[in-house]
């Protein structure tokens, strides 16, 4: 793998969650049960939808000369917040997805963030 550079790894970020997503399901579904299956796909497609959203928001805020308003970015924050409340709500009150799998899926973005840290801070490119 070449060296990891600022404008590529929010890209790499999210690929190597989809890939780590799409394995960690098919494990799921393949060596336990459906309900583990879906966990995981649940919990990961929550975790990278509210990745990319959120990096679009910040990039939003970003590019703008003028910055909006603290109360603009609070009010987005907390819609964003409260609309993945409701899901996890509806996805665990309704009984279909394990919740140690829906945990695991939750956590594939930071899996990704923590393995890339491990891997710019130990390898020395050329």
Do not use: C
């Not at 590529?8 to 459906?34: C, E, K, M, N, W």
């Amino acid at each position: 793998m070449a060296t990891i550079n600022e404008t590529r790894l929010p890209t790499l970020i999210l690929q190597s969650s989809i890939f780590l997503l799409v394995i960690a399901t098919a494990t799921g579904f393949f060596f336990y049960t459906d309900p583990v299956g879906l966990g995981i796909l649940a919990g990961g497609s929550i975790a990278i939808i509210n990745f990319v959203w959120q990096r679009r928001t910040l990039r939003q805020l970003l590019d703008h000369q003028i910055a909006p308003s603290a109360g603009s970015a609070a009010v987005r924050y907390l819609l964003r917040l409260s609309i993945t409340a409701v899901i996890l709500y509806a996805v665990l009150t309704s009984g279909r997805f394990s919740i140690i799998a829906l945990l695991i899926g939750l956590s594939v973005i930071v899996a990704v963030i923590i393995a890339l840290t491990l891997y710019s801070a130990f390898y020395k490119g050329d």
